[in-house]
């Protein structure tokens, strides 16, 4: 077993006696495109007849050389030769021996296969053609196996003549040493067939043995590129269109058997080896076995197995060494084959499928073993696949295959199905295999549960046939809009009793073999399936009237029985049934209260949904008072919820405990979506301004001159204009109405997560003790204090949309309406003229009317939002400052020192979050301070690094030798280890020597 076994399904017209097997049933051992079912069965007789030669028969024994005496009459075997027609030989026939009365067959008294109805084989054997005077005669083994293989006299005659040639002085040949096809090649002459189209037929047979055993199916694998396997494919080929030439002389006879040795004369590596492979390559190999057990078989009684079955099965173990066969895959062999046999002559023998059963206990035992072969695990696994999936088509749909008459039938597919899944799932995933057997599932399942599958399958199978039949229902059991409801319950009731019974009388006595309760668990199926109806039926009901009173009066009886019947099959249960009873989903509503209930809540939630549609189109974002600085809609949706809630428990009933989390969940909604409603602000990048083209800062651009008479004018600050620095003693916030609107949002979603928390508690209170979590929840969600097991995603959502509100809130608040005071004015011509204080009093003046809007709970975090923006917007002056902005060296201590005075500002924050916030700019502004050489130093090499360049050296001025400085990618990611980083504070340096080395290196435009 060379080859990958493959599940695909064997071509029926090449390989199945019976073409119409193909609908039913599927191979498991491969295809075999090129051979047909003659040609297996041939060179299967042949191999067989080789193997057998020093049987008595066959010609060996000391009565019966070997030898070839041919026939008066080489007419081939017709159906004649069962009732004496014909012969199978003359005078020098061989002969079993004296007294040949059959024994009792010990295989199929094992089997539990009946005894033959007809007479035996070997009283088949009459006068032959050319004695006519002769009495009977006993057949031989080999006479019977020939007329069960369907090969002919002269066939035979020609297989005998061949082995003698072969055999002269080596009758100690091994069998499996023997290429058979290669040495009936050379020993065979078109002389000896009956004509030229025999010959061509019979010698193209060959070749396609020899090219299937050796390069399509070889024991070990080939290489296509091989020598060998190149000539051998070319002569089979060349074969194809006309004989080739056998003859001594012949040069392709010699290519042929000198690339037949080499390729079954081999070892796994491609070296010589003594061991022969040449028949034993999966799947052929188990093809021709099949072939010959196939025999077994009385073709004039195709049910019958031969009485001499167990000499021919002996016979049969001769050919193991050649087909690579050993007792484990024979044993598996012998189940498919009884099955496939059983199912080939329309399942009308049982005796068949018990034989399979009995020889699947073999196949367990083998299964059992350790360290088993790859290769065994994947053939058996293959054959146990596809006999399950045979069964369980049947099984779990009993009810339409079976009836009271064949449970019988049923028993042992029943049993074939329980022991393939038994094998797959207990024994072969031992072998660390895991296999799929039926719709998905894992064979891994004990028998009984297996069973209480099939019960529960067949159980829906038969109430949704009851309800396609009786009561115009689709195969999803909803009720159609045009029937009459309560007509169809009524009937249905009664007809789900009708099933109950039949299964409990018919079914369970066979099912009770491998389930302990068989009937409780189909009356568990049973009840299910009709409160799926009753279910859909009861939601479509809006007030209590008789026809409901009626069919409620129907399911009640229903109900009793089956309960009675379950709790009389589980008596001798140490509970007596009751947990079983548990199982099933009573049948107790109060219809009309509960859809009442139900289509009051789903009014109410109407509304709320109602009111969140036109919050949507009119919410403005005003506070309500200074007292209550959140949104109007949010006060009104959260009142609206909590009536609803106090009115729902206000309702004395006991089904409104079940419904909680059903309102719950419909809260949940409408919060949801009203969070994500707040949060619906925008993103904080399209305040961001985008970054400038970077330029160099050359000493004589109109900016430089600019700056230098600019420099010259005493009293400009950060707002200066042509007069002089204006008054900033009453500078007033700059805080936008839209900034302020974030800031309303943020107070909103604080007002609904607390007033969420007091709403869960009312419900966990009222609900008579703590809920149950909704399915969707997770533990990860649950971060708001003791009890939130109801609102638990929206709180999670509001937090999220906290944190978002105040980034947006943060950028606006510092990139628009601060712009003017960072980006717009900060270090713009000069930086000793521009310098960041005036900007702070302005800021702090826009965070003290933050505090003065946000809630004490959304402070703390849109502050701090606020203060990474302004870091930000620091850098970028530093970083994307365009060309209206220079910096010295020496104003590196500058900047610093109003970069400090804005951390000072948000001291408030924790001296180590700013400090943490802070160390990006803080390292940029050292890099501000270091000397141009080091800058272009420190840029060129971590530029190259970046880039996987290396650098050999650098120059007096810290540029690399030898290699092209390649140009850093931005990543909008400061920090003073980023190369694009340093190349910005280059860009932005004011110096003669940072100017030459971007024109030398990167041509970067003049400022103009």
Same mark, same amino acid.
């Given at each position: 077993?060379?080859?990958?076994?493959?599940?695909?399904?064997?071509?029926?017209?090449?390989?199945?006696?019976?073409?119409?097997?193909?609908?039913?049933?599927?191979?498991?051992?491969?295809?075999?495109?090129?051979?047909?079912?003659?040609?297996?069965?041939?060179?299967?007789?042949?191999?067989?007849?080789?193997?057998?030669?020093?049987?008595?028969?066959?010609?060996?024994?000391?009565?019966?050389?070997?030898?070839?005496?041919?026939?008066?009459?080489?007419?081939?075997?017709?159906?004649?030769?069962?009732?004496?027609?014909?012969?199978?030989?003359?005078?020098?026939?061989?002969?079993?021996?004296?007294?040949?009365?059959?024994?009792?067959?010990?295989?199929?008294?094992?089997?539990?296969?009946?005894?033959?109805?007809?007479?035996?084989?070997?009283?088949?054997?009459?006068?032959?053609?050319?004695?006519?005077?002769?009495?009977?005669?006993?057949?031989?083994? %080999?006479?019977?196996?020939?007329?069960?293989?369907?090969?002919? +006299?002269?066939?035979?005659?020609?297989?005998?003549?061949?082995?003698?040639?072969?055999l002269v002085g080596q009758m100690g040949r091994r069998a499996e040493t023997i290429i058979l096809p290669l040495e009936l090649l050379r020993q065979l002459k078109p002389s000896e067939f009956n004509d030229a189209r025999e010959y061509h037929q019979w010698q193209r047979r060959q070749l396609k043995i020899l090219e299937a055993t050796l390069l399509l199916y070889p024991s070990l694998p080939v290489d296509r590129?091989?020598?060998?396997?190149?000539?051998? $494919?070319?002569?089979?080929?060349?074969?194809?269109?006309?004989?080739?030439?056998?003859?001594?002389?012949?040069?392709?006879?010699?290519?042929?058997?000198?690339?037949?040795?080499?390729?079954?004369?081999?070892?796994?590596?491609?070296?010589?080896?003594?061991?022969?492979?040449?028949? @034993?390559?999966?799947?052929?190999?188990?093809?021709?076995?099949?072939?010959?057990?196939?025999?077994?078989?009385?073709?004039?009684?195709?049910?019958?197995?031969?009485?001499?079955?167990? *000499?021919?099965?002996?016979?049969?173990?001769?050919?193991?060494?050649?087909?690579?066969?050993?007792?484990?895959?024979?044993?598996?062999?012998?189940?498919?084959?009884?099955?496939?046999?059983?199912?080939?002559?329309?399942?009308?023998?049982?005796?068949?499928?018990?034989?399979? #059963?009995?020889?699947?206990? +073999?196949?367990?035992?083998?299964?059992?073993?350790?360290?088993?072969?790859?290769?065994?695990?994947?053939?058996?696994?293959?054959?146990?696949?596809?006999?399950?999936?045979?069964?369980?088509?049947?099984?779990?749909?009993?009810?339409?295959?079976?009836?009271?008459?064949?449970?019988?039938?049923?028993?042992?597919?029943?049993?074939?199905?329980?022991?393939?899944?038994?094998?797959?799932?207990?024994?072969?995933?031992?072998?660390?295999?895991?296999f799929v057997i039926h719709d998905g599932e894992v064979g891994m399942n004990p028998s009984g549960n297996r069973v209480d599958y099939y019960i529960k399958s067949s159980i829906r199978s038969a109430f949704t046939k009851i309800l396609e039949n009786g009561a115009a229902l689709d195969e999803s059991m909803t009720i159609k809009a045009d029937d009459e409801p309560r007509n169809i319950l009524v009937q249905l009731?009664?007809?789900?009793?009708? $099933?109950?019974?039949?299964?409990?009388?018919?079914?369970?006595?066979?099912?009770?073999?491998?389930?302990?309760?068989?009937?409780?668990?189909?009356?568990?199926?049973?009840?299910?399936?009709?409160?799926?109806?009753?279910?859909?039926?009861?939601?479509?009901?809006?007030?209590?009237?008789?026809?409901?009173?009626?069919?409620?009066?129907?399911?009640?009886?229903?109900?009793?029985?089956?309960?009675?019947?379950?709790?009389?099959?589980?008596?001798?249960?140490?509970?007596?049934?009751?947990?079983?009873?548990?199982?099933?989903?009573?049948? *107790?509503?109060?219809?009309?209260?509960?859809?009442?209930?139900?289509?009051?809540?789903?009014?109410?939630?109407?509304?709320?949904?109602?009111?969140?549609?036109?919050?949507?189109?009119?919410?403005?974002?005003?506070?309500?008072?200074?007292?209550?600085?959140?949104?109007?809609?949010?006060?009104?949706?959260?009142?609206?919820?909590?009536?609803?809630?106090?009115?729902?428990?206000?309702?004395?009933?006991?089904?409104?405990?079940?419904?909680?989390?059903?309102?719950?969940?419909?809260?949940?909604?409408?919060?949801?979506?009203?969070?994500?409603?707040?949060?619906?602000?925008g993103i904080k990048q399209r305040y961001v301004p985008s970054l400038p083209p970077l330029t160099r800062c050359n000493q004589d651009s109109k900016f430089i001159k600019l700056w230098k008479k600019t420099a010259c004018r005493a009293g400009a600050g950060l707002l200066h204009g042509e007069d002089g620095p204006i008054n900033t003693g009453h500078q007033r916030p700059s805080t936008s109405r839209g900034t302020?609107?974030?800031?309303?949002?943020?107070?909103?979603?604080?007002?609904?997560?607390?007033?969420?928390?007091?709403?869960?508690?009312?419900?966990?209170?009222?609900?008579?003790?703590?809920?149950?979590?909704?399915?969707?929840?997770?533990?990860?969600?649950?971060?708001?204090?003791?009890?939130?097991?109801?609102? @638990?995603? #929206?709180?999670?959502?509001?937090?999220?949309?906290?944190?978002?509100?105040?980034?947006?809130?943060?950028?606006?608040?510092?990139?628009?309406?601060?712009?003017?005071?960072?980006?717009?004015?900060?270090?713009?011509?000069?930086?000793?003229?521009?310098?960041?204080?005036?900007? $702070?009093?302005?800021?702090?003046?826009?965070?003290?009317?933050?505090?003065?809007?946000?809630?004490?709970?959304?402070?703390?975090?849109?502050?701090?939002?606020?203060?990474?923006?302004?870091?930000?917007?620091?850098?970028?002056?530093?970083? %994307?400052?365009?060309?209206?902005?220079?910096?010295?060296?020496?104003?590196? *201590?500058?900047?610093?020192?109003?970069?400090?005075?804005?951390?000072?500002?948000?001291?408030?924050?924790?001296?180590?979050?700013?400090?943490?916030?802070?160390?990006?700019?803080?390292?940029?502004?050292?890099?501000?301070?270091?000397?141009?050489?080091?800058?272009?130093?420190?840029?060129?090499?971590?530029?190259?690094?970046?880039?996987?360049?290396?650098?050999?050296?650098?120059?007096? @001025?810290?540029?690399?030798?030898?290699?092209?400085?390649?140009?850093?990618?931005?990543?909008?990611?400061?920090?003073?280890?980023?190369?694009?980083?340093?190349?910005?504070?280059?860009?932005?340096?004011?110096?003669?020597?940072?100017?030459?080395?971007?024109?030398?290196?990167?041509?970067?435009?003049?400022?103009?």
């Amino acid at each position: 077993m060379g080859r990958h076994p493959s599940l695909s399904s064997i071509s029926r017209s090449d390989t199945d006696p019976d073409p119409d097997c193909h609908a039913e049933l599927d191979c498991p051992f491969g295809r075999l495109d090129t051979l047909g079912r003659s040609d297996l069965r041939e060179t299967a007789y042949e191999i067989f007849f080789m193997s057998c030669r020093s049987s008595p028969g066959f010609g060996g024994g000391s009565r019966s050389p070997l030898n070839y005496l041919p026939s008066s009459s080489s007419s081939p075997w017709s159906a004649a030769a069962f009732d004496g027609g014909s012969g199978s030989g003359g005078e020098g026939s061989p002969k079993w021996g004296p007294g040949m009365s059959v024994p009792n067959s010990r295989i199929k008294k094992v089997l539990g296969l009946k005894a033959r109805r007809s007479s035996p084989m070997r009283t088949g054997m009459t006068r032959g053609l050319n004695s006519p005077g002769k009495l009977k005669r006993p057949m031989t083994s %080999a006479e019977i196996m020939r007329l069960q293989m369907r090969v002919t +006299e002269h066939s035979d005659h020609r297989l005998r003549k061949t082995l003698m040639r072969t055999l002269v002085g080596q009758m100690g040949r091994r069998a499996e040493t023997i290429i058979l096809p290669l040495e009936l090649l050379r020993q065979l002459k078109p002389s000896e067939f009956n004509d030229a189209r025999e010959y061509h037929q019979w010698q193209r047979r060959q070749l396609k043995i020899l090219e299937a055993t050796l390069l399509l199916y070889p024991s070990l694998p080939v290489d296509r590129q091989n020598p060998a396997a190149i000539r051998l $494919l070319e002569i089979v080929r060349a074969g194809e269109i006309k004989p080739i030439d056998t003859s001594k002389n012949s040069e392709v006879m010699r290519n042929l058997c000198n690339s037949v040795v080499a390729l079954a004369w081999r070892s796994s590596g491609g070296a010589s080896t003594e061991v022969c492979h040449w028949a @034993d390559g999966y799947p052929l190999n188990v093809h021709l076995y099949l072939a010959l057990l196939h025999s077994i078989f009385d073709l004039r009684e195709e049910t019958v197995v031969l009485d001499e079955v167990d *000499e021919l099965v002996e016979l049969m173990k001769k050919t193991w060494p050649s087909l690579g066969i050993n007792r484990m895959i024979h044993n598996v062999c012998f189940a498919w084959l009884f099955f496939k046999h059983y199912i080939e002559t329309g399942q009308n023998e049982p005796d068949l499928m018990c034989a399979a #059963v009995t020889m699947l206990t +073999e196949v367990a035992n083998d299964a059992k073993k350790p360290d088993l072969e790859a290769n065994y695990v994947r053939l058996v696994s293959a054959v146990l696949v596809v006999m399950q999936r045979w069964a369980e088509r049947r099984v779990l749909d009993y009810h339409e295959c079976f009836d009271k008459e064949t449970t019988a039938s049923m028993e042992h597919i029943l049993s074939l199905a329980v022991s393939t899944a038994k094998i797959i799932g207990e024994d072969l995933c031992n072998s660390g295999m895991v296999f799929v057997i039926h719709d998905g599932e894992v064979g891994m399942n004990p028998s009984g549960n297996r069973v209480d599958y099939y019960i529960k399958s067949s159980i829906r199978s038969a109430f949704t046939k009851i309800l396609e039949n009786g009561a115009a229902l689709d195969e999803s059991m909803t009720i159609k809009a045009d029937d009459e409801p309560r007509n169809i319950l009524v009937q249905l009731a009664s007809d789900t009793e009708e $099933l109950a019974v039949f299964e409990k009388d018919a079914f369970s006595p066979v099912l009770r073999k491998w389930h302990p309760l068989p009937t409780a668990a189909a009356m568990v199926a049973i009840h299910g399936c009709f409160g799926i109806v009753l279910k859909q039926y009861l939601a479509k009901v809006t007030s209590l009237t008789t026809e409901l009173v009626r069919v409620l009066q129907s399911a009640g009886k229903l109900e009793k029985l089956l309960v009675q019947m379950l709790m009389e099959d589980s008596a001798d249960c140490e509970d007596g049934g009751k947990e079983i009873v548990r199982q099933m989903v009573a049948y *107790e509503v109060d219809s009309v209260v509960a859809n009442l209930l139900k289509n009051w809540m789903e009014e109410r939630l109407s509304m709320g949904k109602e009111f969140l549609n036109r919050a949507k189109e009119t919410e403005t974002w005003m506070p309500r008072s200074k007292k209550e600085p959140y949104a109007q809609s949010a006060v009104d949706l959260m009142k609206l919820a909590k009536v609803t809630v106090d009115e729902f428990f206000e309702i004395p009933l006991g089904v409104r405990d079940a419904m909680v989390q059903d309102l719950a969940d419909g809260l949940q909604t409408i919060f949801q979506e009203y969070t994500e409603f707040i949060g619906a602000c925008g993103i904080k990048q399209r305040y961001v301004p985008s970054l400038p083209p970077l330029t160099r800062c050359n000493q004589d651009s109109k900016f430089i001159k600019l700056w230098k008479k600019t420099a010259c004018r005493a009293g400009a600050g950060l707002l200066h204009g042509e007069d002089g620095p204006i008054n900033t003693g009453h500078q007033r916030p700059s805080t936008s109405r839209g900034t302020q609107r974030l800031y309303i949002r943020l107070n909103t979603l604080h007002f609904l997560i607390a007033n969420l928390h007091a709403l869960d508690k009312s419900l966990a209170f009222f609900s008579r003790g703590s809920p149950s979590p909704s399915p969707r929840l997770g533990s990860s969600n649950r971060r708001f204090g003791a009890t939130s097991s109801h609102f @638990d995603p #929206v709180l999670s959502s509001a937090q999220y949309a906290i944190q978002y509100v105040s980034e947006v809130a943060a950028y606006r608040l510092i990139f628009l309406d601060s712009r003017h005071l960072f980006y717009d004015g900060l270090y713009v011509h000069s930086v000793a003229e521009a310098r960041m204080r005036p900007g $702070l009093r302005i800021l702090k003046h826009n965070l003290t009317l933050l505090a003065s809007i946000v809630t004490e709970r959304a402070h703390p975090l849109v502050l701090k939002e606020v203060m990474k923006a302004s870091f930000e917007a620091f850098l970028m002056v530093l970083l %994307a400052g365009g060309s209206e902005r220079a910096f010295a060296r020496e104003d590196s *201590e500058t900047v610093l020192d109003d970069f400090r005075g804005l951390k000072r500002v948000f001291s408030t924050c924790g001296e180590e979050e700013v400090g943490r916030e802070g160390e990006v700019v803080e390292g940029i502004v050292t890099l501000m301070g270091l000397p141009t050489e080091r800058l272009i130093e420190d840029f060129s090499i971590a530029a190259c690094e970046a880039s996987g360049v290396s650098v050999t050296g650098v120059s007096g @001025d810290g540029v690399p030798v030898g290699t092209k400085v390649p140009m850093p990618p931005t990543t909008g990611r400061w920090n003073r280890a980023d190369p694009n980083t340093v190349l910005r504070v280059l860009c932005h340096r004011d110096d003669e020597l940072a100017n030459q080395f971007l024109k030398r290196t990167f041509d970067l435009a003049k400022r103009r």
